[in-house]
T-cell receptor, first 116, second 113 residues
Framework: GAGVSQSPSNKVTEKGKDVELRCDPI?????LYWYRQSLGQGLEFLIY????????KSGLPSDRFSAERTGGSVSTLTIQRTQQEDSAVYLC??????????????FGEGSRLTVL | GENVEQHPSTLSVQEGDSAVIKCTYS??????FPWYKQELGKRPQLIID?????GEKKDQRIAVTLNKTAKHFSLHITETQPEDSAVYFC????????????FGKGTTLSVSS
């Protein structure tokens, strides 16, 4: 596709259930980010994948959160045993980044997660 | 890791006035500072960026200044228009080291006509 694609666009789940959020980045983009945006809050960094390097997981809020990026393309963010405070919009972004090239981040539309 | 502080959290101006948003960063090695604009219900989009080898960059009504010594950078919007109303995010990272882009908490700018 032409842009970053995320699914589902909306997810309502019960507390304690696991959820998976998917991100399909722009083809050829080497970097992929996950951010979380709560109502009235900023873009909270979660995890960063860059090429074949080990991901930067420093933003994951707890061990209930994990993410994978298979084949350097599609990424899945998994939240286990969801809590109400996990309710937010989860934004994925991709960019082409190299040692010199500074890549603009292209964001997806986000996945809105509501935990009841 | 990098920490980015952004002020003010909200800013209201009259159409035609200037608006200034300020950010500070913690990691002196950071060398890339973009600004993103997020309109209501839409995804964030890059509006301007600056690298540490320059002190100022302009693009029409938008300018960004960088003070590396003080570790702060600012977004300046002149002759504001109602369509400038949005949430603005600053960010910082160390590009060559391949570090993550860390955002500030955002500034909600409201331009009234």
């Amino acid at each position: 596709g032409a842009g970053v694609s995320q699914s589902p666009s909306n997810k309502v789940t019960e507390k304690g259930k696991d959820v998976e959020l998917r991100c399909d980045p722009i083809s050829g983009h080497t970097a992929l980010y996950w951010y979380r945006q709560s109502l009235g809050q900023g873009l909270e960094f979660l995890i960063y994948f860059q090429g074949n390097s080990a991901p930067d997981k420093s933003g994951l809020p707890s061990d209930r959160f994990s993410a994978e990026r298979t084949g350097g393309s599609v990424s899945t963010l998994t939240i286990q045993r969801t809590q109400q405070e996990d309710s937010a919009v989860y934004l994925c972004a991709s960019s082409f980044e190299g040692r010199i090239i500074t890549g603009e981040l292209f964001f997806g539309e986000g996945s809105r997660l509501t935990v009841l | 890791g990098e920490n980015v502080e952004q002020h003010p959290s909200t800013l209201s101006v009259q159409e035609g006035d200037s608006a200034v948003i300020k950010c500070t960063y913690s990691d002196s090695a950071s060398n890339y500072f973009p600004w993103y604009k997020q309109e209501l219900g839409k995804r964030p989009q890059l509006i301007i960026d600056i690298r540490s080898n320059v002190g100022e960059k302009k693009d029409q009504r938008i300018a960004v200044t960088l003070n590396k010594t003080a570790k702060h950078f600012s977004l300046h919007i002149t002759e504001t228009q109602p369509e400038d109303s949005a949430v603005y995010f600053c960010a910082a990272s160390i590009r060559q080291a391949g570090t993550a882009l860390i955002f500030g908490k955002g500034t909600t700018l409201s331009v009234s006509s």
